[in-house]
Structure formats: C-alpha cells, structure tokens
C-alpha cells in the first residue's frame, strides 16, 4: 500500500527565534541541509506571520498533516511558550502519524516518549532565561 504522504513541510519564522533575528533565507538553508542529511523529502516552507504570539500559519500547516509526513522547524523555540499549547500540537502531529523535527536541535518527535525529552529543553531554556546572572553566579559557586 503506497501513502498519500508526500514529505515534511518546512516552517520558518519572519519574527525573531527564541530572541535571536535568523534570515529566513538562512532558516530556509538549514532545514534543507537538516533534510538532505536524514534523507527527507522536503517541501518547501511554510513563513509564519510577524505578529508576535501568531501561529496562524503553523495551524494551516497541521490542517495538511494527512498529506504531509511531518514538519520540519527551524529551531523548536519556535513552539508557542505556553505548554498546553505546544502539547495540543505534538498531539495533533503524533494522532496524524507525522513526525516533528528541530532542525537547529536535531530533534525528531515521532513518538510520545519524545514529548518529554522537548519539553525538558524548553522548559530548562525558559527557566535559564528567567534567572539573572548573580543567581546563575551564586548557584556556580
């Protein structure tokens, strides 16, 4: 039985990546490169909104999940920041048998003991974040 699916959509930002400003021609290069290594088929990627808090165009790309393998993120500080959030869109992803990649990571979701594994980096990153540097200082020494 051959699948309807036909490769892993690309989804880059136009707004700045956990802080950081990152071309989209250059987010573009490294899913491509990211894919070309793991032997993806890629498509061509799917450019989010400027918005801040916008996720209008990852949702368009979850509604083609069941003619899609999967996506491929550029970075997976992409995800939203509330955790409900991104947990509602690992469900969808994991439901539709698709698989979810960080490409700056090298992260691959595919399965439910992988949400566990993303989300201790995120939350980690989140909590580094929110700490100031004589905190990290007096936890150092």
């Known amino acids: 039985m051959q699948s309807n ?16 400003r990152v071309p989209q021609h250059i987010q573009n290069l490294v899913i491509r490169d990211y ?3 793991r032997k993806l088929h890629y498509l061509l990627s799917a ?16 509604e083609e999940l069941s003619t899609l393998e999967g996506v491929i993120l550029y970075s997976m500080f ?3 920041p509330e955790a409900d959030e991104r947990n509602r869109i690992y469900r969808r992803l994991l439901e539709a048998g698709g698989g979810l990649h960080a490409a700056v990571e090298g992260f691959v979701l595919t399965e439910e003991a992988d949400i566990e594994r993303w989300e201790n ?8 974040r ?10 150092l020494t």
């Open 5 to 20: 699916r036909k490769g892993y959509r690309g989804y880059v930002f136009s707004r700045s990546v956990d802080n950081h």
């Open 35 to 37: 894919a070309v290594r």
């Open 121 to 128: 980096v995120l939350r980690t990153a989140h909590i580094c």
């Open 130 to 139: 929110d700490l100031n540097y004589q905190e990290i200082e007096r936890w």
């Open 47 to 62: 450019t989010e909104y400027a918005m801040p808090g916008c996720y209008l165009i990852l949702e368009q790309v979850l």
């Open 78 to 80: 992409m995800l939203p």
